[in-house]
């Protein structure tokens, strides 16, 4: 097959790009500055540079035609600001591709995220079906959410459109980086409090791989959450401290420490302008059960993710091998 990936140089995007190479694909990666990536040197592909906000960028630079789409390209910011460029990127950019594929009368996988979904909780996952509790309504989660509006409303439009949820990924090939940021973060040593809630921890080279399958194998309208090991924060940043042999947490965080960092957080945005990372949207996210169930996408996509541990051993070492953490 001729398969487009956007987001071609993310972590997700890089890891699908490497496994439908592997598995006898063509590839076209898309993203803004893909012929000048590291990431894709020295790979088979054909490397398109295109905004996928932008409709006329993205079908000048496409080719005539392809077999089937990967929609991975996202911006990411887990926060209250950056309202627009989330919209632009999550929100526009599904609904151009989504354009491209229906004309082009070509399957959709569009990669959407578990905080699409509602939250489980300390006592029991969610999966597709589930109704309950909401994700906290931050820029990340309110444009996931647009995203997956839009892949929803041109599937009833009769696109052929599967979507895919990935959890918490880690991975080899996270150049940029970006869930990986919490490994480097902590590799020195953690805070005293961890969030008190908890995230699916999966492979980004397993969730690559159902995401092909899906791609080939999915009925259309089909949805499929690719998570992993419902761990807690507290256990996986100790996890990572102590694959460092530095500082664990003490603690899981309790409301007036949350409630007292993230007002912080947000003051330094209204004074600074930039928002950071310990901002009031993130601490209340970090606050949630984000744990949930891939029974179905175990069913029908032949999807397992491999142990926890094992991704953060691998993820780290990658980043060691590739000098963005020391090998001591």
């Known amino acids: 097959m001729r398969i487009v990936v956007t987001g071609a140089t993310g972590l997700l995007g890089n890891n699908v790009v490497r496994a439908a190479i592997d598995q006898g694909h063509d590839v076209i990666a898309v993203s803004r500055r893909a012929s000048q990536d590291k990431s894709l040197s020295g790979l088979p592909v054909i490397p398109v540079d295109a905004d996928i906000a932008d409709r006329d960028s993205l079908r000048h630079a496409m080719p005539s035609s392809f077999d089937g789409?990967?929609?991975?390209a996202a911006h990411i910011h887990i926060g209250w600001t950056a309202r627009d460029t989330s919209d632009r990127v999550n929100i526009l950019g599904t609904r151009n591709v989504l354009e491209l594929t229906s004309e082009q009368g070509v399957r959709c996988v569009h990669v959407s995220s578990v905080n699409a979904l509602p939250v489980g909780t300390k006592d029991g996952v969610s999966d597709e079906d589930s109704s309950?509790?909401?994700?906290?309504?931050?820029?990340?989660?309110?444009?996931?959410?647009?995203?997956?509006?839009?892949?929803?409303?041109?599937?009833?439009?009769?696109?052929?459109?599967?979507?895919?949820?990935?959890?918490?990924?880690?991975?080899?090939?996270?150049?940029?980086?970006?869930?990986?940021?919490?490994?480097?973060?902590?590799?020195?040593g953690a805070p005293p409090m961890a969030p008190s809630g908890g995230c699916s921890v999966c492979d980004a080279r397993d969730v690559a791989c159902a995401t092909l399958r899906a791609l080939t194998d999915a009925p259309k309208g089909g949805r499929y959450?690719?998570?992993?090991?419902?761990?807690?924060?507290?256990?996986?940043?100790?996890?990572?401290?102590?694959?460092?042999?530095?500082?664990?947490?003490?603690?899981?965080?309790?409301?007036?420490?949350?409630?007292?960092?993230?007002?912080?957080?947000?003051?330094?945005?209204?004074?600074?302008?930039?928002?950071?990372?310990?901002?009031?949207?993130?601490?209340?996210?970090?606050?949630?059960?984000?744990?949930y169930s891939s029974q179905r996408a175990a069913k029908a996509l032949g999807?397992?993710?491999?142990?926890?541990?094992?991704?953060?051993?691998?993820?780290?070492?990658?980043?060691?091998?590739?000098?963005?953490l020391d090998r001591r």
């Open 69 to 72: 789409l990967i929609h991975c």
């Open 132 to 188: 309950g509790d909401p994700q906290i309504p931050c820029t990340y989660v309110l444009s996931k959410k647009g995203a997956e509006q839009e892949a929803l409303a041109a599937l009833d439009r009769g696109a052929d459109v599967v979507i895919v949820y990935p959890g918490f990924m880690l991975g080899p090939w996270d150049w940029k980086p970006s869930s990986g940021r919490m490994i480097l973060d902590l590799s020195h």
């Open 225 to 291: 959450i690719l998570a992993g090991e419902n761990w807690t924060y507290f256990r996986l940043w100790s996890e990572i401290a102590s694959r460092f042999r530095s500082r664990k947490p003490w603690i899981a965080m309790r409301p007036p420490g949350r409630w007292l960092i993230g007002t912080i957080g947000d003051i330094v945005t209204k004074a600074t302008g930039r928002e950071p990372i310990f901002n009031s949207a993130a601490l209340r996210m970090g606050a949630q059960y984000h744990w």
């Open 303 to 324: 999807y397992h993710s491999r142990p926890a541990s094992q991704s953060l051993d691998e993820t780290i070492a990658w980043f060691q091998e590739n000098g963005m």
